[in-house]
């Protein structure tokens, strides 16, 4: 099973409908992320959490939101889908002592509006 | 403007014929270097940490090596199953995310 899992793996929706991606992982780690990939633009920052009381903006926030139901839950939510959210979305998580420790990836929410 | 920029976009090999994929970076203190290698479909796998210049790490035919402005990851005698996108992210010492670069993406022929 995968450490990081993300569902649905795909969704296509309309714009103004709103929409909850789900990640839940089995790693044990305190910081979770949100990022989303676009062709020629590399993967950004939307949220992240570093414990279930600690949420952060990232580096594209807006028309997000994020919900932390327990160290192993964090969700996105687009309120108001828009066609420029069309993008594929990766969940992340790492450990939070020492040296700044590698981030691990679930395999992805390709999300398509309409 | 902190920035991670990855040479060249797309990179064709044949099998056995080595090569590198530069990274070059601008960030406010480096906190970590880190090399991901991302298959179709799938997400980011984590490869390599490079905290300090100087510093090497190697894995099969994969060696990654780090200086103050770049960072090479060095491909030796490549196969096939190599074919991949390969990321190269930092962590500034005052940030709390990374900062991707675009990728290159490898393939490589039989």
């Known amino acids: 099973d995968a450490d990081v899992t993300q569902t649905p793996r795909n969704r296509i929706t309309k714009t103004g409908k709103r929409i909850m991606l789900e990640c839940s992982q089995t790693?044990?780690?305190?910081?979770m992320y949100w990022y989303r990939q676009d062709p020629g633009l590399g993967l950004r920052l939307i949220y992240y959490?570093?414990?279930?009381?600690?949420?952060n903006k990232g580096e594209i926030s807006d028309g997000y939101s994020v919900s932390r139901q327990a160290q192993a839950k964090f969700s996105l939510s687009l309120e108001s889908a828009i066609p420029n959210q069309t993008a594929l979305y990766f969940c992340?998580?790492?450990?939070?002592?020492?040296?700044?420790?590698?981030?691990?990836f679930g395999d992805g929410t390709r999300l398509s509006i309409l | 403007e902190d920035q991670v920029t990855q040479s060249p976009e797309a990179l064709r090999l044949q099998e056995g014929e080595s090569s590198s994929l530069n990274c070059s970076y601008t960030?406010?203190?480096?906190?970590?270097l880190f090399w991901y290698r991302q298959d179709p479909g799938k997400g980011p796998e984590f490869l390599f940490t490079?905290?300090?210049a100087g510093e090497e790490k190697e894995k099969e035919r994969l060696k990654a090596t780090l200086t103050k402005k770049e960072s090479f990851l060095h491909i030796t005698a490549p196969k096939p199953e190599d074919s991949a996108t390969y990321l190269c992210?930092?962590?500034?010492?005052?940030?709390?995310?990374?900062?991707f670069g675009k990728g290159t993406t490898l393939s490589v022929s039989s």
């Open positions: 992340a998580t790492s450990e939070g002592q020492g040296l700044f420790k590698p981030q691990h």
């Open positions: 790693k044990g780690h305190d910081r």
């Open positions: 959490s570093f414990d279930v009381k600690d949420i």
């Open positions: 960030v406010s203190g480096l906190r970590g």
């Open positions: 490079l905290y300090s």
């Open positions: 992210a930092v962590m500034r010492l005052a940030g709390t995310a990374l900062i």
